[in-house]
Each structure stands twice: as structure tokens, then as C-alpha cells.
């Protein structure tokens, strides 16, 4: 089994709120861990983050792990967006991060799983080689519309685990690692899901709600031990797909 680890590496709290808290915070231990179990992560990168968190991505480009886009801005709605505006958040995310970090971004997972109908025909025009913006989910909803619709560009979806969760850490965390099969096992994992307790309260308690409060805090030890547990020799996702 080859498993992958991707990070999508967002704002705080999936973008509602403009602070790189969690990133600031988590990225270097992320990074220790990572390397403990010799694994090379894909790291999903919202590019509004670049101006704030740029050192820090040159620390993950240097530890060798790959950048791919999480699009530009997180907190959109990508699955209503018109095919004009769609083009428009890939590519400037795509230059965005090239330019910061003179790497190449062939890797694509749409904000909050919301796939767009023309998510393919985009990546495939901007010359992508894979995206991972699916999960194989039974789950009804924004995770379930649009899985691997077209065929027009490989497609990596997300595991789940227990025959429907998607294979995030925090529900791994929670629940454990019984993963549904699949040829790649993708896990996915945000910065904040790893920000320490008394800080996630001490800065949010005042403007996030107690029942998104409770449930990212309602964790059992720590998620970077899970990450140390389930990320063994793991690859990125473009060295899988080039293999
Ligand atoms: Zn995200």
C-alpha cells in the first residue's frame, strides 16, 4: 500500500478567518515529524497565504516536499463559480506560487471539496498532471457530486475510512485507521487540526462558534503521533502519478 499525506495548507479555520496562526505555529514540527518517518508530503497551498507565510514555504520547498494549489481564495464557493472565474482563481494561484518558489505546480485540490463542473476541462487547459479534489465517499453532499466525472486529467480522490468517512486526521484521530481500500491511500490534514488546545482557545474561543470549537478540540492525544503513525515512507502525489 503506498499512502500519501497532503496538507491543505489554508488560513485558520478553513480561511474564515485571515491569520496563519496554525501555520506559523505547526509547520516546523509538522516538518520534524515528517522527516522522522521519512516521508515527503503534498502540500495543498491556498495562495493567499504566500504573502504571509512565504519563509515558511521555502522551509517545506527545501525539506522536499511538493507544492500543488489549493486555489487562491479558500474561502470561495468553487463549485458555483462561472468557468471564466474558476480559470481565473487556478491560474493566478498556479503563477502565484510558481514565482514565489520557483517550483512547479502540477497538483490541484479544489477548497472545501467543492468541485466545479469545470474544474477538468481547467487543469487539464493550465496543464496539470493530476487532481485530488474527490473523495470515495458515500457520504451525500458537497464530497459526493462530483467524483472523477470526465476523465480529462488523472484523479487522485481522498480515502475514507470506515466505509465513508474521508480520510481526514482529525477523523482519524478520533475514530482510527480501519481505511477503506483504494490504490493510493490519500490522507489529508489542515494546520489547524494541529494547533496546540490553550492556544486554539485562547485566540478563537471569541470568534468561532461552540459547536466548530468542540469538535476540532475534541481530539485523543496527539495528532502529530497519528501523523507519525500513518505517514511512514509516504511519497508525494506527483511522484506517485509519474511513476
Ligand atoms: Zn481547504
Redesign the pocket.
Known sequence: MTTTITI?Y?FDW??RVKESKAIDQVTLPLLETLQKVDAKATF?V?AETVAKTLPMLRTIVEAGHEIAS?GFH?DLKYDTLSRDELHLEIRSSKETLEDALGVKVVGF?T??FRKNRYTEEVLSELEFLYDSSSVNTSLQGRYQERQHEFGLIPEIPVSTIYGRFPAGIKWINLIGTKFDPSPIRVIYV?PFDLLNLSDTLRSYSSKISPLVLAFYLARIGSPLNTIAKVARNSHTLHSLISK
Open positions: 491543505d489554508e478553513g480561511g495543498f491556498s489549493h479558500h485540490r477548497p472545501q489542515h
